[in-house]
Every structure is written in C-alpha cells, then in structure tokens.
C-alpha cells in the first residue's frame, strides 16, 4: 500500500488536548464525552447552536471549570490568550486602555503602544474603556490577550455586535497576527464562511462532537447540515464576493488603522443567550 507517501515528520505533542470531558451544570449536560486536541500554529474553529457548551468548553481549557469526567492535558508551561464571549465593563467605572492592559500585568509604555498600533487601534491609551466602539474594544481585547505571548490564542465569538465589514477585518487581523507568531488559534464563531479560508480545522459542537474536519469537509459532513441546514451555503457565496473587493481595506499599508472597523450595533446581544 501507499503507505510510504504519507511520511511527514512525526506529530509533535499537541498544545492542549482533552479526553472524553463531561461537564454539567446542576443536572445539566453541557458537554459529554468530548476529546480534541489542538497543535501548536493550528487554527481551529469551534461552531455550534446556543447552548451547545462551546464558551463552556473554552472555559475548560482555560482551567475556569473543573470537568467532571475525563482530562485535559496542557503543554507544560503552556499560555493562554483569551479574548471572552461577554466582558461588561461598567461605564461608570473610570477604566483606560493604558490601565486596563496593565492587569493583571504591567507592560512599558512602549509594549503597550506597540502592541495597540498592531491591532488597529493606536494611540488608544488614553482613551476610556467605555467610550470605544464596538470594534475597538474587542481590538483592545485582543491586544491584553496578545500581551500574555500565548502559544495559543482563544476566542470566544470575538465578533459578536459587529457588523459584516468589521467581522471581517478582525479575522483578518487574526489571521495576520497568527501568521507573525506562528501561535495556535482556537475560536468560536458563528461565521464560518468568514473563517474558514484560514481555519485549518473545524469542530462542530452539539454537547459532543458533532463533527470535525476541514472547513469544505464539514460543511458538506450530514451532521453539520443537520445541524445548521444549507443556509451556511449561501452566507459563504456571499463572503467569497466580499472578499474579492475587500483587499484595499488596511491591507498593510500603515495607516487608517481601526477607522473602516469601527461600525458598532449593539442591537444582536440577544442573539447568543441559549434559551
Ligand atoms: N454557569 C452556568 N450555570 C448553569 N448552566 C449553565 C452555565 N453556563 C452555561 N450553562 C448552560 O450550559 C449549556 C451550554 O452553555 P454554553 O457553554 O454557554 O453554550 P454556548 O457557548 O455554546 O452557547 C447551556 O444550556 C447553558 O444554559
Ligand atoms: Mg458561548
């Protein structure tokens, strides 16, 4: 047999992986029997209805939740850069960029305006946590996630309240900073067709894996369209178009960050509660 073809270097240890975790809530099963594991550079996006315990799952490879049954192993020394799904700052409370990247860990001055001016939002320091847009907040999001040099990068639907050209541009963005750092990226999104040209894996979720696999395997895989019906279909046409016009949008030309992102609609924050 063609055995022989296949001889690629051994895999290396993955980053993270679980094996077969169970996790509920008060009689509740959120997650059962779930095993994955993601490899060092990866990305991976992680799909499913509401409820079907993504943010639960990312909750436990971060180690917030103990499972109940199963494991999960790290690298040893591993890091973590976590964007969260939902992170209310109140307005009332006088927070600046400056002060909200420094915890829980302090970086100099130039780090932190370095790394600003990577995600699109330069200059922002000074400004307050409650008066940036919907984009520049989760830009600023992922600037403390990237301040940790994680090995591995999640992001728990980090695109939630923007709109379709400010989806895009963040992934983009990730894509752009993954390549840099050669890090691993585990998402959760609702925008696969956005995602999966740069998602090397794709893992559907229902409380178990549903399916797994390349982005084209999986949207053609019978559980994902059981799942999420052919409408993904359409939404993916439609993204391939967008894509085409969208390459004069902050394609590294070092100027204009954040301007074309900033769009916010607060009015989808209902979308996302499971019911
Ligand atoms: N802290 C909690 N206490 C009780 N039930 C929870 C808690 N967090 C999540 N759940 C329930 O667990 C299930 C999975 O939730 P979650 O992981 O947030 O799903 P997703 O992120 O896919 O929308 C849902 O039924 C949700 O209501
Ligand atoms: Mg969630």
């Known amino acids: ?103 829980p860990v302090r970086h100099s001055a130039g780090t932190t305006a370095a790394m600003l001016e990577r995600v699109g939002v330069p200059g922002a320091q000074s400004k307050q946590m409650a008066d940036l847009s919907g984009g520049q907040f989760q830009r600023v999001l992922l600037a403390r996630a990237l301040l940790a040099n994680p090995q591995i990068l999640i992001l728990d639907e980090p695109t939630q309240g923007l709109d379709q050209p400010g989806i895009a541009a963040f992934y983009k963005l990730i894509e ?13 999104s609702h925008d696969l067709h956005v995602v999966m040209r740069a998602t090397d894996r794709v893992i559907c979720l229902n409380g178990h894996v549903c399916c797994e696999g390349a982005p084209d395997a999986v949207l053609e895989a019978p559980e994902y369209r059981a799942l999420f019906g052919d409408g993904t279909r359409g939404a993916f046409a439609l993204y391939q178009h967008h894509h085409d016009h969208s390459h004069d949008q902050g394609e590294g030309h070092g100027h204009d960050h954040g301007h074309q992102h900033a769009h916010y609609h607060d009015h989808d924050h209902d979308n996302d509660h499971a019911g």
């Open 176 to 188: 752009e900073v993954r390549k840099e750092r050669g890090c691993a990226v585990l998402m959760v």
């Open 1 to 103: 047999m063609n055995v022989a073809v296949q001889a690629k270097a051994p895999a290396a240890a993955p980053l993270i992986r679980t094996r077969q975790i169970d996790i509920g809530y008060a009689g509740l099963v959120a997650l059962k029997g779930v095993s994955l594991q993601i490899a060092k550079g990866e990305i991976v996006t992680v799909i499913g209805p509401n409820g079907s315990g993504k943010s639960t799952l990312i909750k436990a490879l971060l180690g917030l939740i103990e499972p109940q049954g199963g494991s999960i192993e790290r690298a040893p020394g591993l890091t973590i850069g976590y964007v969260p799904q939902n992170l209310a700052i109140d307005a009332n409370l006088p927070m600046t960029v400056a002060r909200f990247l420094s915890l």
